[in-house]
């Protein structure tokens, strides 16, 4: 970290996200609405040492401080459209947890799993993430329950965690393909169920009659899917991208 001038700072990376979403589209809204997720942390340069993450496995969880890489490009403005409201209406960026922000920081409570050493690479495996692949990471905390969880705390509108009215059914072609790739990514069939579950097509697609075959990317994967009655999202296959 240096200081640019009195009102800059500008930070190295400790760490880099390997995560099960490639791309933007089909990542739930918030860590730990998809469990199955799972992806870890290589921590990179001098933040690659043992010594840092010392004590670290007594947490159960962690916050992750870090980059919205993805859309940091597209600037912000400072009022935004959340999708818990439907897309069509607008609130203050800070009112909000848009990736749009002046500053592009993110930050997630995730499942610390287990904390793995490879010749000299730390590697911290983690679920219930909802990272961009190759997320930069900026800082790792422990989640402190007694301090970090507040009962009875008021959240507007994301007081609860979104209704899920989809259920996922499989076709025979896509469960023929799935045989094949669970041994490689273990929970894949659950990753799938929850992260359709959440059904990630934009607010507006919802609203009516969607006959589009949406493709998202898990893993190397392009898993194509369709809504069934507005209620039901059937999988309809899964190939290997090159
Ligand atoms: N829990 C975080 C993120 C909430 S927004 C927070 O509250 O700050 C969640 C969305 O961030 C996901 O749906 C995904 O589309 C987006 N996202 C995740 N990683 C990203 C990245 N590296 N760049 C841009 N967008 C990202």
Redesign the pocket.
Same mark, same amino acid.
């Given at each position: 970290m240096s200081a640019n001038n009195d009102n800059q700072i500008t930070f190295d990376f400790i760490g880099r996200i390997n995560s099960p979403y490639k791309e933007?589209f089909a +990542? !739930? =809204? /918030? !860590?730990g609405l998809v469990s199955a997720a799972k992806g870890s942390i290589t921590l990179i340069n001098q933040a690659n040492n043992e010594e840092l993450v010392r004590g670290l496995t007594q947490f159960s969880h962690l916050w992750l401080l870090? +980059?919205?890489?993805? %859309? /940091?490009q597209q600037g912000w403005k400072p009022l935004v459209r959340p999708p818990r409201l439907g897309g069509n209406k607008k609130l203050g960026v800070l009112a909000t =947890? @848009? %990736?749009f922000r002046p500053n592009p920081i993110?930050? @997630?409570v995730v499942k610390l799993d287990y904390i793995e050493q490879i010749e000299k690479q730390i590697i911290i495996h983690i679920s219930g993430l909802? $990272? $961009?692949d190759q %997320?930069p990471i900026v800082d790792i905390k422990p989640y402190i329950p007694y301090s970090d969880s507040i009962n009875g705390a008021q959240a507007g509108f994301a007081q609860q965690e979104p209704y899920q009215p989809l259920s996922v059914t499989f076709s025979a072609q896509a469960q023929d393909q799935i045989i094949k790739f669970q041994e490689k990514y273990v929970d894949l069939v659950l990753l799938i169920e929850q992260v359709l579950a959440q059904d990630p097509r934009p607010a507006y697609k919802k609203l009516n009659i969607d006959e589009k075959v949406y493709g998202m990317a898990l893993y190397d994967l392009n898993i194509l899917w369709q809504v069934q009655d507005n209620n039901t999202v059937d999988v309809l296959s899964l190939n290997k991208m090159n």
């Amino acid at each position: 970290m240096s200081a640019n001038n009195d009102n800059q700072i500008t930070f190295d990376f400790i760490g880099r996200i390997n995560s099960p979403y490639k791309e933007k589209f089909a +990542i !739930p =809204r /918030q !860590p730990g609405l998809v469990s199955a997720a799972k992806g870890s942390i290589t921590l990179i340069n001098q933040a690659n040492n043992e010594e840092l993450v010392r004590g670290l496995t007594q947490f159960s969880h962690l916050w992750l401080l870090f +980059i919205f890489h993805g %859309t /940091q490009q597209q600037g912000w403005k400072p009022l935004v459209r959340p999708p818990r409201l439907g897309g069509n209406k607008k609130l203050g960026v800070l009112a909000t =947890r @848009s %990736t749009f922000r002046p500053n592009p920081i993110g930050m @997630s409570v995730v499942k610390l799993d287990y904390i793995e050493q490879i010749e000299k690479q730390i590697i911290i495996h983690i679920s219930g993430l909802d $990272l $961009l692949d190759q %997320t930069p990471i900026v800082d790792i905390k422990p989640y402190i329950p007694y301090s970090d969880s507040i009962n009875g705390a008021q959240a507007g509108f994301a007081q609860q965690e979104p209704y899920q009215p989809l259920s996922v059914t499989f076709s025979a072609q896509a469960q023929d393909q799935i045989i094949k790739f669970q041994e490689k990514y273990v929970d894949l069939v659950l990753l799938i169920e929850q992260v359709l579950a959440q059904d990630p097509r934009p607010a507006y697609k919802k609203l009516n009659i969607d006959e589009k075959v949406y493709g998202m990317a898990l893993y190397d994967l392009n898993i194509l899917w369709q809504v069934q009655d507005n209620n039901t999202v059937d999988v309809l296959s899964l190939n290997k991208m090159n």
